[in-house]
């Protein structure tokens, strides 16, 4: 059974800049996964930031990036910011409709 | 503006059935241009996709979950439901119902506020 990895945690400075990746535990992360990403904060609902690798969706400031670098799938954050702060999840596609979540990255801005 | 609410007993015990429903207004669970998404995510965990139905009522479900899932939906109510047979303690999680576009590249755009669904004895 194929894992979707992510660190499990990060923390960025305020105004630093972090990279959180999402791989897999057999094989490479490529634009054909169609990745995509959401932000969640305590109590609420995933927000859709990123999908289909590098696209932001509708009112994502434009500090948020997606990419494919190496073997993953990557969101970068510039310039981040307090309420930046928050778990992070990716999701891939595994082709025949199926898709697969990794176990999210909770992001400390210190 | 889309909205999804989700509905349905917030505990069980094990060996019950999970049944959720979705309404969604705004939209019509008869168009043919979204997916209809179950997805959960257990206390303190990462989310998990349970599965999806289309308007035309085919569905593709989680294949860890696939011998204990149902989806289907109800065009009248412009709602859709899940069905969880033998529930276990690990199916204990907040459950999202979402919407999300055709094109494979098309985020899950829309989500419900998720309802928390106990098991326990």
């Known amino acids: 059974q194929i894992v979707v990895t992510q660190e499990p945690s990060f923390s960025v400075s305020p105004g630093g800049t972090v990279t959180l990746t999402c791989g897999l535990s057999?094989?490479?992360?490529?634009?054909?996964?169609?990745p995509s990403w959401y932000q969640q904060t305590p109590g609420q609902a995933p927000r859709t930031l990123i999908f289909n690798t590098n696209t932001r969706s509708s009112g994502v400031p434009d500090r948020f990036s997606g990419s494919i670098l190496g073997n993953k799938a990557a969101l970068t954050i510039t310039g981040a910011q307090a309420d930046d702060e928050a778990d992070y999840h990716c999701m891939l596609s595994m082709g025949s409709g199926i898709w697969v979540f990794g176990e999210g990255t909770k992001l400390t801005v210190l | 503006q889309v909205q999804l609410r989700e509905s349905g007993p917030g505990l069980l015990k094990p060996s019950e059935t999970l049944s959720l429903t979705c309404t969604v207004s705004g939209a019509s669970v008869t168009s043919g241009n979204f997916y209809w998404y179950w997805i959960r995510q257990p206390p303190g965990k990462g989310l998990e996709w349970v599965g999806y139905i289309y308007y035309s009522g085919s569905t593709k479900y989680n294949p860890s979950l696939k011998s204990r899932v149902t989806i289907s939906l109800d065009t009248s109510k412009n709602q859709f439901s899940l069905k969880l047979r033998s529930v276990t303690a690990a199916d204990t999680a907040v459950y999202y119902c979402a919407r999300k576009g055709v094109m494979v590249a098309a985020p899950v755009d829309d989500w419900g506020q998720g309802t928390l669904v106990t098991v326990s004895s």
């Open positions: 057999a094989g490479s992360v490529s634009t054909t996964h169609y």
